[in-house]
């Protein structure tokens, strides 16, 4: 049976993980197109799940974010299976995730951490107004 040259969920997900560690990394298409040899509207269709990786393209691209291929393919790892990992795809999330991973002092990402922690579990209800000032 041939495999179909439809992507589907599988690609997508690729693409979100992708797009979540180039931004991690500060790093915009153009860059990353450029480190690896291909146009930016390339690394877009890689990164909606559009167009498939290959799996030398995807180690390439895993170098230049370095990063783990497994990162953008949870089900490489060792032993992989259950729930699949979350992708971060808020963009204040990202940048708040970006943010703490450059911090240098551990306590101070343990602070941040323990902060956002705090503040998920009041499960506050915003204030009237304040869902549209956020997005």
Known sequence: ?????VCGDT??????????ARVARGMSQ?????AISL???????????TNRVSVSMLLRIAAVLE???????PELKEGAGGAPVPVITNMQALEVARMVQNL?????????VEMVRT???LRC???QGEEARAA
């Open 39 to 49: 146009t930016f509207q390339q690394i877009q269709k890689y990164e909606k799940g």
């Open 119 to 121: 503040f998920t579990e």
């Open 125 to 127: 209800e915003p204030v």
């Open 30 to 34: 153009e860059k990353l197109a450029e």
């Open 67 to 73: 990063i783990s291929a497994a990162d953008l393919v």
């Open 104 to 112: 240098r002092v551990p306590h101070h990402r343990r602070t941040i």
């Open 11 to 20: 690609d997508r997900q690729i693409g979100a993980r992708l797009r979540a």
């Open 1 to 5: 049976m041939a495999t179909s040259k």
